[in-house]
């Protein structure tokens, strides 16, 4: 990953051809995952074809309802989209169904935390059944909340 110094109080430079808002504070940025435009595209299509537990999800964290925090729902970075990511907190919660129970999909799954977590993005994996009972949705947003103090402060 690159990284460039801002110098200079107030400066306002471009940083691998973008503008970094943030450059009067002096400190290392890291540069961001950009997402192609395809992955930008699926994203768009996921937001419309949400499943049922993200649905459910989806409605405890949108608007700050979780304590104020401000998630996106499926979010793209880089070449992936995460099903919902707070960037105060640079944590990425994950809904898994089914399909990540086979062994190629937990492959899959691994490589892409451990690409997230090079991006200094914290990522949360929840299973679907567990978002559907009310009794273990409490403890799902609890853990979510836990984590996006820990990694805000």
Not at 135 to 149: D, F, N, S, W, Y
Request: net charge positive; charged share 30%; with cysteine.
């Amino acid at each position: 990953m690159a990284s460039a110094m801002v110098e200079g109080a107030g400066s306002r430079r471009r940083l691998n051809g973008r503008r970094d808002c943030c450059a009067s504070s002096g400190a290392r940025y890291a540069q961001p995952m950009r997402a192609p435009l395809p992955t930008i595209r699926v994203a768009r299509k996921l937001r419309r074809d949400m499943t049922l537990p993200e649905v459910v999800l989806w409605s405890r964290l949108r608007q700050g309802r979780l304590d104020g925090l401000r998630f996106r729902r499926q979010h793209p970075i880089g070449p992936y989209v995460l099903d919902f990511y707070c960037a105060d907190a640079r944590l990425a919660v994950e809904v898994d169904g089914m399909a990540h129970d086979f062994s190629e999909q937990i492959r899959h799954d691994e490589r892409r935390t451990e690409r997230l977590s090079e991006a200094r993005i914290n990522v949360l994996r929840f299973a679907a059944s567990d978002i559907l009972k009310e009794e273990t949705l409490e403890g799902v947003l609890l853990a979510i909340l836990e984590a996006a103090r820990n990694r805000a402060s």
